[in-house]
């Protein structure tokens, strides 16, 4: 009987050594030993009561999204996501804002409708008087002296606030006009900042209705792809990798530039494109109206409108470590005093995106 228990008591030491050699090489295989993960869309924020437009972060980890009512008279949206949960800044008014952009956590600019201009410090609001009543659709950072903003009143023509473009020098907006007033609505704003042994260079592009480019470099304004225009509507957006690959989308038109020229992209779309944005050369992606999600990499587009969401998309953020942040909703129908705008933001990448939003 002692036999038998020595015997039970080896076989049971042995299992366990047995156990604790597997858990050690378990413990010592290195993560990339597994399959890698595979990017795909996530719906991380849905059914929102704003809806949101615009998203830009620091990193994947610190990002803003904005948005608003559209006319519904519920309250201004701000979100920010710190990598873990979402929360909601607050910004207060009933304003939508259309775009957002930065240069770091605490450097965030936002713009919207009746001129309105709001600056995050990472730890709260200023207001700054824009000097219109137009609605600004774009803003564009290029050092926390020298910021861009455009907008307009789309369809109105010279009469009413057209052409808009200003400029903040780090202590105030100013207007800074262009070469020509063409009385059009201008959507969005982006540029390249860079510094040699000469000095800062900046080249800017701006896109409008009936597909307008404008094209600042070191200062001097030059119309581009407009007699006759390129695009065959507004061109809503423009972002780009960098002075040598750009892109300009709105309808059902993405046109990129190589530095020299403008040309169509050949990409087909199933519906009209209203936002764009760069990951890395090569390796962009574009959305629009009703789910419309198209990513370029190795020279190749490649349609996930099958995948989740099918909301109208309105703008699209790369984070620049392969992820897109793509926001949306219903922002197009006419006011409804009080009614939700179905706000959607959605990630497509291999990281896991947090969906609680603190109120």
Same mark, same amino acid.
């Given at each position: ?37 595979? &990017?795909? =869309? ?7 009561? &704003? #809806? ?7 990193? $994947? ?6 948005? !608003? ?6 309250? +201004? ?8 949960? =979402? ?12 775009? %957002? ?7 965030? =600019? ?15 609001? @200023? ?33 009413? $606030? ?12 100013? $207007? ?6 063409? *009385? ?17 260079? #900046?080249?800017?592009?701006?896109? !409008?209705?009936? !597909? ?7 200062? #001097? ?7 006759? &225009? ?46 764009? +944005? ?8 574009? %959305?629009? +109206?009703? *789910? ?10 490649? +349609? ?5 969401? @099918? ?5 699209? =953020? ?9 926001? !949306? ?8 005093? *009080?009614? *939700? ?11 896991? %995106?947090?969906?609680?939003? %603190?109120?």
């Amino acid at each position: 009987m002692r036999r038998a228990a020595l015997v039970a008591m080896a076989a049971t030491a042995a299992a366990a050594g047995a156990a604790v050699v597997l858990a050690t090489l378990a413990a010592g295989c290195s993560p990339s030993s597994g399959p890698a993960p595979t &990017p795909a =869309w996530h719906v991380v924020l849905h059914d929102l009561t &704003p #809806t949101l437009l615009s998203a830009w972060g620091a990193s $994947p980890t610190d990002v803003f999204a904005v948005g !608003g009512p559209r006319g519904n008279g519920t309250p +201004s949206a701000v979100l920010h996501y710190d990598g873990s949960a =979402w929360s909601d800044l607050h910004v207060g008014g009933t304003d939508t804002f259309w775009w %957002v952009a930065g240069t770091s956590h605490d450097d965030v =600019w936002m713009v919207g409708e009746n001129g309105r201009i709001e600056h995050y410090d990472g730890s709260g609001f @200023h207001s700054y008087t824009s000097g219109t009543t137009a609605t600004l659709y774009g803003v564009w950072p290029a050092a926390q002296n020298d910021v861009w903003a455009v907008g307009g009143t789309p369809t109105q023509g010279s009469a009413a $606030p057209n052409d808009v473009v200003l400029h903040y020098d780090g202590d105030a907006w100013v $207007p800074s006009p262009l070469p020509q007033a063409l *009385g059009r609505t201008f959507f969005k704003v982006w540029g390249v900042r860079t510094t040699d042994d000469a000095g800062v260079h #900046t080249q800017i592009w701006i896109v !409008g209705e009936y !597909g307008t480019i404008w094209h600042q470099v070191d200062g #001097t304004w030059a119309l581009e792809a407009s007699s006759p &225009p390129l695009a065959t509507g507004n061109l809503t957006t423009v972002n780009g990798c960098s002075v040598t690959e750009v892109y300009a989308v709105g309808g059902q038109d993405v046109l990129t530039w190589d530095g020299a020229s403008w040309s169509r992209a050949n990409v087909q779309l199933e519906n009209i494109v209203n936002g764009v +944005s760069c990951n890395a050369p090569g390796i962009v992606a574009v %959305v629009g +109206s009703a *789910g419309v999600k198209q990513r370029l990499a190795g020279g190749v587009w490649t +349609s996930d409108f099958a995948d989740d969401p @099918h909301q109208d998309l309105h703008g699209v =953020w790369a984070d620049g470590q392969g992820g897109y942040w793509a926001v !949306g909703g219903d922002f197009v129908s006419d006011p409804v005093p *009080g009614a *939700g705008r179905v706000g959607t933001l959605a990630y497509y990448g291999t990281a896991s %995106v947090g969906t609680t939003l %603190v109120p």
